[in-house]
């Protein structure tokens, strides 16, 4: 499985940006991808998740309403739409995918539970 992200990049507050991650190498049928980010000197936090089939989605509590992630069967692209960002969304954003078949089929927010990882795309939100 290859995952590349891309999209990132500065951007001011009240701006908004599109990441995309094109994911390879596998059927993904029964996969969920997930948006993580990772802010200087913080954790790695779970973002969004959409299962490839049936495209549902879901999101961190405090992102909702400004975030949308989306899946392209098609390209083998999922995306996160961010608008309205702030200074605190600055991150590196990461992609991961992981089979369901082996979290119970339920959506994790862990880290660890994921076994594929995209190198990750830096955005900078300035105030």
């Known amino acids: 499985v290859q995952l590349q992200a891309s999209g990132g990049g500065l951007v001011q507050a009240g701006g908004n940006l599109r990441l995309s991650c094109a994911a390879s190498g596998r059927d993904f049928s029964t996969y969920v991808l997930s948006w993580f980010r990772q802010a200087p000197g913080k954790e790695r936090e779970w973002v969004a998740a959409?299962?490839?089939?049936?495209?549902?989605?879901y999101y961190i509590d405090s992102l909702k309403g400004r975030i949308t992630i989306s899946r392209d069967t098609a390209k083998n692209v999922i995306d996160l739409q961010m608008n309205n960002l702030k200074p605190e969304d600055t991150a590196v954003y990461f992609c991961?995918?992981?089979?369901?078949?082996?979290?119970?089929?339920?959506?994790?927010?862990?880290?660890?539970?994921?076994?594929?990882w995209g190198q990750g795309t830096l955005v900078t939100v300035s105030s």
């Open positions: 991961a995918a992981e089979d369901m078949s082996t979290t119970g089929w339920g959506i994790p927010h862990e880290n660890y539970m994921y076994s594929y």
């Open positions: 959409i299962t490839w089939s049936g495209g549902y989605t």
